[in-house]
T-cell receptor, first 111, second 109 residues
Framework: SQTIHQWPATLVQPVGSPLSLECTVE??????LYWYRQAAGRGLQLLFY??????ISSEVPQNLSASRPQDRQFILSSKKLLLSDSGFYLC??????????FGPGTRLTVL | GENVEQHPSTLSVQEGDSAVIKCTYS??????FPWYKQELGKRPQLIID?????GEKKDQRIAVTLNKTAKHFSLHITETQPEDSAVYFC????????FGKGTSLLVTP
């Protein structure tokens, strides 16, 4: 069966520090991968999605970036965090069309 | 791109009553419409979905209807229970999912 992992589960970082969140998927090949951000009490904002290694589509311009160095690995990064980057970051995977399966999420607090 | 509107943002019902959440979408090419339930602090979980070639789908107390002409779809929960309390998200997809802003449902005993 397929599983999706995210780490870390929680993270507290100072403003201006770098960020690296990692997501890995097991049990499937060539999945579509997604990064979402959910601010407190708000909806899900699609940040990036990828249909293959090295292919990244950005939905919202900001100080975040994403990379997919391996088929089942998706990384969300920032060189300098802002206060507004605080939120719940969710990675998800899907087959080309259909249900998206979410990871457990990373709760990021920028102080 | 796709724009999904969801209403209401909050909904309070008494246990046993029905709850209805409505969504509209803008891209007529969207063909997949899932509904997710998110409990506090947890990841969203799919509860039901519908594809554009179907007008209605039911799974026990949960049903979803789709009107492609009007570009709207709805979630219906009957005989609500306190454990149905959560935030519900609709989404529409032609490729990547675009989510509504969510409905916070509270079911009071």
């Amino acid at each position: 069966s397929q599983t999706i992992h995210q780490w870390p589960a929680t993270l507290v970082q100072p403003v201006g520090s770098p960020l690296s969140l990692e997501c890995t998927v097991e049990g499937t090949s060539n999945p579509n991968l997604y990064w979402y951000r959910q601010a407190a009490g708000r909806g899900l904002q699609l940040l990036f999605y990828s249909v293959g290694i090295g292919q990244i589509s950005s939905e919202v311009p900001q100080n975040l970036s994403a990379s997919r160095p391996q088929d089942r690995q998706f990384i969300l990064s920032s060189k300098k965090l802002l206060l507004s980057d605080s939120g719940f970051y969710l990675c998800a995977w899907s087959l080309p069309v259909g249900e998206q399966f979410f990871g457990p999420g990373t709760r990021l607090t920028v102080l | 791109g796709e724009n999904v509107e969801q209403h209401p943002s909050t909904l309070s019902v008494q246990e046993g009553d029905s709850a209805v959440i409505k969504c509209t979408y803008s891209d007529s090419a969207s063909n997949y419409f899932p509904w997710y339930k998110q409990e506090l602090g947890k990841r969203p979980q799919l509860i039901i979905d519908i594809r554009s070639n179907v007008g209605e789908k039911k799974d026990q107390r949960i049903a979803v209807t789709l009107n492609k002409t009007a570009k709207h779809f709805s979630l219906h929960i009957t005989e609500t229970q306190p454990e149905d309390s959560a935030v519900y998200f609709c989404a529409a997809s032609g490729y990547a999912l675009n989510f509504g802003k969510g409905t916070s449902l509270l079911v009071t005993p």
